[in-house]
């Protein structure tokens, strides 16, 4: 009985080596590590799975609980942990000498055909090189249920990793459009499988007020809901007075704590949004005084008609969306929403916006010119920063630190305000090298709520962002002063997304490109690896069911005009592509004449469509674009 007893306890976590997987496997990776050698052979997880980690340390606790969930519902074997096994094939340790070159956040992981040693400083460490452990299985570990016929082995690796920088960020706007506390956490649970670390949380803008300040309830009672419309946001009718105002929500304090706390669990920070001056529509709504124009009493939250006229720099607003810089009601109204915000987010910052405020209401407000004329203002830019530098002395009266959106460069800031550079990066490089410290997040590399694909294949946005562009994007870009640069952001903006399935399709795969682009070293970066690894992700997130937006598979079209003839020009992004069109109205396949060069539109041609293949599978989507629009994109 003793032999039987101690063969068992052999055999808990003894891993061979598979002898028909001799291969060098290359891991799909997202975001790529500092270091990564593989080597012969694999380990093969056996049955009954032991991992030792350690010992009464909460902040370890919910990394080792997570590990063994993932491990034992797709595979199906038997999971423990016990802090005190000599004999586990899988170890989680934190260092007993601080390794300086992993730093706080860092990981190494070492697997042997008969055990995986996971070592960190930290325990978020510990976290981030569990997520790399996962993608080290095949895809089917993603699975909500067990997995048939997978092979449950990895190969043999040493692993050495550590972020580029310290923010890894993505902002969820639920200004726009509500989603619920669920919903914001299953978010948040993608994006730390790809080692962010920051949760840029909007919540206030003309279409909502998304928290509950206790000590101003009209702003939810008011504030967070509006006539419902469904279409394509910035083009609706306006409501009309009888319409029932029933679309939106609110976070209740203790909804702010949950996520908090849930956010906190997986190594992020949650860092607020309130954004004022501007985009302020759901707040005035609620509370008319806070406006400088007569008639505010009468504003509604916005429900998506349009507000502003973009053709202007910065834009001139219908309706009078900003706070009055020149009404104390203002700073009492600021008090109490940072009181009660300085409480619920323990994170140093609170972001305040700062953007797209237009001067046109403030030009004809007898109060901002008593302000102007009072402070000795020339510009409204300056007026702004009056307003931004007395809201900093109330959030630095709370103990938090002010950040920004790059406005409020444009009338001065003060040595403590932050920046998050969104209008490309020269303003974010301006603000390092003044010594502030800046996010860099800038639209025409990190707006994620931007189209991906083709117009034909998206909801209608002012502009693209594809997939290989994103994967350009530097936080640290020639000329700033890295010193001051905290990291990078991808922001997505919810105007046009109505779910979290549409959340989630615009920000995967271009979330992986970000996160390689904050985590990993510059040099590390390989274009057509990343799409190598981008396809292994996305038989992760098909087994995960999350979905994802497939446009790096449709080509490019553009259209050119020689005399009274249209060209058709189709761009594949990635390599391996085969591109089929027609012109006759049918569904083309691999059957029908290949696209080499430049297409000439059939004179009475009404519609193309074209659709990419790889060998013999379908890769992209089906495109369907009337000729009409086509020449229309002429150049």
Not at 224 to 237: H, L, P, Q
Not at 350 to 371: C, K, M, R, T, Y
Request: aromatic fraction near 12%; include cysteine.
């Amino acid at each position: 009985m003793r032999t039987l007893f101690i063969s068992a306890l052999i055999a808990l976590c003894t891993a061979t080596v598979s002898a028909q997987k001799q291969s060098v496997d290359v891991p799909n990776i997202i975001p790529e590590p500092v270091s990564l050698s593989v080597g012969s052979g694999r380990f093969v997880l056996p049955d009954n799975v032991l991992i030792a980690a350690p010992s009464k340390n909460e902040e370890t606790a919910f990394t080792v609980d997570f590990l063994k969930e993932k491990l034992s519902v797709a595979t199906g074997k038997h999971v423990r942990a016990d802090a005190k096994a000599s004999n586990a094939c899988i170890a989680l340790s934190l260092n007993k000498k601080y390794d300086a070159k992993i730093g706080d956040e860092g990981y190494a992981l070492s697997v042997t055909p008969t055990k995986i040693t996971l070592t960190a400083n930290k325990p978020a460490g510990l976290f981030y090189g569990v997520q790399t452990l996962l993608q080290l299985f095949p895809p089917e570990i993603e699975s909500k249920e067990k997995a048939e016929n997978a092979a449950w082995e990895i190969p043999v690796v040493e692993i050495v990793d550590y972020p580029r920088v310290g923010w890894r960020g993505l902002m969820f706007d639920t200004a726009r459009h509500f989603f619920t506390v669920n919903e914001v956490k299953q978010y948040i649970d993608t994006m730390v499988r790809y080692k962010y670390n920051m949760f840029h949380w909007h919540l206030s803008d003309d279409e909502g007020w998304r928290i509950e300040i206790t000590s101003l309830p009209k702003l939810t009672e008011i504030g967070a809901w509006r006539v419902e419309k469904i279409g394509t946001f910035n083009y609706f009718s306006n409501p009309l007075p009888d319409e029932p105002k029933t679309y939106g929500g609110f976070y209740t304090h203790d909804d702010v704590r949950e996520i908090v706390r849930y956010a906190k669990e997986r190594f992020v920070n949650v860092m607020p949004e309130i954004d004022v001056p501007a985009h302020s529509l759901a707040a005035i709504a609620s509370y008319p005084e806070l406006s400088c124009t007569p008639g505010a009493e009468k504003y509604n939250v916005r429900a998506g008609e349009p507000i502003m006229d973009w053709n202007f720099s910065p834009p001139r607003a219908f309706v009078d969306n900003t706070l009055c810089p020149a009404n104390e009601k203002v700073y009492e109204f600021m008090d109490k929403v940072m009181t009660e915000i300085a409480q619920l987010f323990p994170f140093e910052y609170i972001h305040v916006g700062g953007d797209e405020a237009p001067h046109n209401f403030w030009e004809q407000s007898p109060q901002v010119q008593a302000l102007m004329k009072r402070e000795r203002l020339t510009t409204y830019p300056q007026v702004q920063s009056y307003f931004e530098k007395r809201l900093e002395k109330i959030i630095r009266a709370k103990g938090k630190k002010m950040m920004g959106w790059d406005e409020i460069l444009e009338g001065g800031i003060t040595p403590t305000t932050a920046l998050m550079s969104w209008r490309g990066e020269k303003h974010g490089i301006e603000a390092s090298n003044s010594g502030h410290y800046v996010v860099m997040s800038p639209s025409n590399f990190v707006y994620i709520d931007l189209m991906q694909g083709d117009a034909s294949t998206e909801p209608p946005v002012y502009n693209s962002l594809r997939l290989s562009r994103t994967y350009q994007f530097n936080p640290l870009p020639e000329g700033a002063n890295a010193k001051y640069i905290l990291g990078g952001q991808a922001n997505l903006w919810t105007e046009q997304i109505y779910n979290l399935r549409q959340a989630q399709y615009m920000t995967w795969p271009r979330a992986f490109a970000v996160a390689e682009s904050v985590w990993s070293p510059l040099e590390k970066k390989d274009w057509k690896r990343f799409i190598e690894k981008t396809e292994n992700h996305f038989k992760r997130f098909d087994f995960a069911e999350i979905k994802y937006s497939p446009a790096m598979y449709d080509p490019i079209v553009s259209v050119s005009k020689t005399d009274d003839k249209y060209y058709v020009t189709l761009t594949p992004e990635i390599e391996g592509l085969d591109i089929y069109t027609s012109f006759d109205n049918s569904s083309p396949d691999r059957f029908y004449p290949k696209y080499t060069e430049p297409q000439l539109i059939p004179k009475d041609a009404v519609q193309m469509r074209i659709i990419t293949y790889k060998g013999k599978q379908p890769a992209g989507r089906l495109m369907t674009i009337k000729v009409d629009d086509l020449k229309k994109r002429a150049k």
